[in-house]
């Protein structure tokens, strides 16, 4: 073990070069985190000796005031040791991915007339297939069920046959009218379909139906086509390849600013069924780490399709293959597609992914494009409006990851100018607002926006300085969509349509609304008052004379 008082007291040359798992403990000796290496010593090593790390392992550097570690003998063995102290501590540093664990199974009951329902977790009472990352696929499979194989969904044994029973959904097993082992038939055919052998199960029917239609059992035979309709209909409209005979994975990665984007699609047997998007703080091989999370939570497939490495060398690789089989108890493949059908299985992901990073993306341009020292997680943008010289009033919106954050709205009446001056009026809204957040320890926006052009701009930094703030700051000009940097004369121009500008505007204007409406509820208040003050004229003379007093 080597003890710290700094990370500046780090030296790497006690730590064994041997493969092993290495553990991060704070003061208190709580683990912060558990890793896994190949190599001890230049794993641990490459913690302290990177300047450009993540935020998040920045913080962890910063706890760290002891490192231990456990030497094993393969990086198998490693990855192993490593999901087993994962799972017992919970790391404060590692991966947790509590959502996870909350997809649904469909179930079958352990019981002489077994019944289908959906379960939340794998148990030994039950028999689960899934789990289903998409409950619409998993209701209608469940529906399916119940409709082609008849089996009972009532929890207690009723001496009497159920409406189920009645419209022919349940053979009614609870009243005897069915033995044993013709109720096993049903469940040896349900549980075929919920292994994904849906072209099994319609031939099995397709036989049934002939063999009905031959021997003039005609309704029998109509119902048997009604069956293979539905399983028919289910399956066309989620299948993927109908030949693939095995379960995949598809998983794809994005690192945007400092985060890891994954979104994870289940294919079962050629059938789609479903989605899941992931966001977790970038760290080193996050990719890596996040595979082995999901797959410590999540039923773990043949093959698993990546849209890049998550390995360093290829024995990581192996390694890796070979931790996932022992946990699935079969073999697993890791592919990274190049051509035909899993190449556009991975085009499906990625193109999922994009569409819910397009603010994502936007926030990424908008510090490369304008040399932003961080990420603009945090922007708050202010408009100034006013009717003539009256009612000049202030709205100032706050957006949080490109979302509108509604609770961080402010609204300012304008104190200390007289008249229309848009330019003192953003000084004034400007100071006061993070006067009052410096003041009340309050954190600051990453970036502020104005509506408005350079004087706006010039206003705003003088605010700002006054204060002694260095909060990154422009203007965004309405008539040609410039952005205007201060000190800088010339603006800077995009492209209109890049997702960059697109949340500019949308910024803008939800500014602009807002403030509108203030404006507009201040002067409906005047009206209102006004209407109140005693006059020669009554109230009720008034109102028949003029009724669409509201917007004058």
Not at 58 to 70: G, K, V
Not at 359 to 372: E, G, I, R, T
Request: proline share 5%; aromatic share 8%; with cysteine.
């Amino acid at each position: 073990m080597i003890k710290l008082s700094s990370p500046s007291d780090f030296k790497s040359s006690d730590i064994p070069t041997d493969p092993g798992v290495y553990l991060y403990r704070d003061e208190q000796e709580t683990i912060l985190y558990v890793g896994k290496a190949k190599n001890l010593r230049s794993r641990v090593k490459s913690y302290f000796s990177s300047i450009d790390q993540p935020p998040k392992t920045r913080q962890l550097l910063l706890h760290i005031r002891s490192i231990d570690w456990i030497v094993v003998n393969t990086e198998v063995e490693a990855l192993l040791l490593e999901n087993k102290l994962i799972k017992q501590h919970t790391p404060k540093y590692n991966i947790d991915l509590k959502d996870a664990k909350s997809y649904a199974y469909i179930s079958l009951t352990r019981e002489t007339y077994p019944r289908v329902l959906t379960s939340r977790k794998v148990h030994r009472k039950l028999e689960s297939f899934g789990p289903y990352t998409d409950g619409f696929t998993r209701q209608d499979l469940q529906r399916t069920v119940v409709r082609v194989f008849k089996l009972r969904t009532c929890k207690n044994m009723h001496k009497r046959a159920c409406l189920n029973y009645h419209i022919n959904m349940c053979t009614a097993p609870c009243t005897g009218n069915i033995i044993p082992e013709q109720y096993d038939k049903q469940v040896k055919d349900a549980r075929a379909f919920l292994n994904g052998n849906y072209q099994q199960t319609i031939e099995q029917l397709n036989t049934q139906m002939q063999e009905a239609s031959q021997t003039q059992h005609f309704e029998e035979a109509l119902e048997l086509r009604k069956q293979i309709a539905s399983i028919r209909l289910l399956t066309e409209r989620q299948i993927v390849d109908n030949e693939r005979r095995f379960d995949q994975d598809v998983m794809v990665f994005r690192r945007v600013g400092e985060k890891m984007m994954a979104l994870q699609m289940g294919v079962r047997k050629g059938v789609l069924l479903g989605k899941k998007e992931f966001s977790v703080d970038l760290q080193p091989q996050i990719e890596q780490e996040f595979l082995k999370a999901f797959y410590t939570a999540n039923q773990i497939p043949r093959e698993i399709l990546l849209n890049k490495p998550v390995w360093i060398e290829p024995d990581e690789k192996v390694a890796l293959e070979e931790f996932l089989a022992k946990k699935r108890l079969a073999p697993v493949s890791l592919t990274i597609p190049h051509k035909a059908d899993k190449l556009a299985l991975i085009k499906l992901a990625e193109k999922n992914l994009e569409s819910g990073l397009e603010f994502d993306s936007a926030l990424v341009d908008l510090q490369n494009n304008l040399h932003l020292p961080v990420l603009p997680r945090v922007i708050e943008c202010f408009d100034i409006s006013n009717l003539g010289t009256e009612h000049v009033v202030s709205g100032m919106v706050a957006f949080k990851d490109a979302k509108p954050d509604k609770k961080n709205y402010r609204k300012f009446k304008i104190k200390t100018v007289t008249g229309q001056d848009d330019f003192a009026s953003i000084h004034e809204v400007v100071l006061r607002r993070y006067k009052r957040q410096i003041e009340e320890n309050n954190p600051l926006p990453d970036l502020i926006v104005i509506d408005g052009g350079p004087g706006q701009v010039s206003a705003a930094k003088a605010a700002l300085q006054t204060l002694g703030l260095q909060t990154p700051m422009f203007g965004l000009a309405k008539e040609r969509e410039e952005i205007y940097l201060p000190n800088d004369p010339v603006p800077r121009v995009f492209d209109k349509n890049s997702t960059m500008m697109l949340l500019l505007r949308k910024i803008r204007d939800a500014t602009h609304d807002f403030s509108l409406g203030y404006n507009r509820k201040r002067r409906q208040m005047q009206i209102r008052e006004e209407f109140k003050q005693p006059s020669k004229r009554s109230t009720k003379k008034v109102l028949k004379q003029d009724p669409q007093t509201d917007e004058n």
